[in-house]
């Protein structure tokens, strides 16, 4: 099982950018589809974006379509998030999400227990 590990995060204007980065260590990285989640304050942890296990397919909530790109690196063990045009909207912890043998898509759908592995999260602030 893979540990997960958060960074990038941060405070930035609206319209701004950030690149966030998760660091995953243990085997066999390149059998699990990797994602984004975030969590809002007040609010429940949803989907953000995700990548396929070698990283041809991506997947992403429609809030965030066209301004965030998620990416992965298999020799570096590591998964990317570019967030583009940053609204206030935004704000949010960001997690990092493993999961093992399925298609990209299907990270938006599964259910939070069906996650493999979890990171501890990023903070990400967007003022307006």
């Known amino acids: 099982q893979v540990q997960l590990v958060e960074s990038g995060g941060g405070s930035v204007q609206a319209g701004g950018s950030l690149r966030l980065s998760c660091a995953a260590s243990g085997r066999s990285f390149d059998t699990y589809a990797m994602g984004w989640f975030r969590q809002a304050p007040g609010k429940e942890r949803e989907f953000v974006a995700s990548v396929s296990r070698v990283g041809d397919t991506t997947h992403y909530a429609g809030s965030v379509k066209g301004r965030f790109t998620i990416s992965r690196d298999n020799a570096m063990n590591m998964v990317y998030l570019q967030m583009n045009s940053l609204q206030s909207e935004d704000t949010a912890v960001y997690y990092c999400?493993?999961?093992?043998?399925?298609?990209?898509?299907?990270?938006?759908?599964?259910?939070?227990?069906?996650?493999?592995?979890w990171g501890y999260g990023t903070l990400v602030t967007v003022s307006s």
């Open positions: 999400a493993a999961r093992r043998w399925i298609v990209a898509e299907a990270m938006a759908i599964i259910t939070e227990s069906a996650i493999d592995a």
